[in-house]
Nanobody, 122 residues
């Protein structure tokens, strides 16, 4: 199983970025796909999730209205569209998959990808 995150980079405050997570190695149709992030010196935190089968989404409160998670079934890819970015959004963003919802918790994930760095300058 491989989760390959991409799309990170340097962006000015107020700007946008779209992250992608390419999933391979198994069928993820029954999985919940998640984005987490970890800022320097901080714990990894939940950002957003999407249930692959239904498209149902869930967001951390601080990301609601700014971030949008979506999936592309044909490409087996999950996206995270980030808008109105703030310096405090600077972090390494990780893609993760949970077979049983996962509850938005780090411990509930079954698979992790390597992160992609997002840096938001002020």
């Amino acid at each position: 199983v491989q989760l390959q995150a991409s799309g990170g980079g340097l962006v000015q405050a107020g700007g946008s970025l779209r992250l992608s997570c390419a999933a391979s190695g198994r069928t993820f149709s029954g999985y919940t796909m998640n984005w987490f992030r970890q800022a320097p010196g901080k714990e990894r935190e939940f950002v957003a999730s999407i249930w692959w089968a239904s498209g149902m989404t869930h967001y951390a409160d601080s990301m609601k209205g700014r971030f949008t998670i979506s999936r592309d079934n044909a490409k087996n890819t999950v996206h995270l569209q980030m808008t109105s970015l703030k310096p405090e959004d600077t972090a390494v963003y990780y893609c993760a998959a949970a077979a049983n919802n996962g509850g938005g918790s780090v411990g509930g994930m079954d698979y992790w990808g390597k992160g992609t760095l997002v840096t938001v300058s002020s």
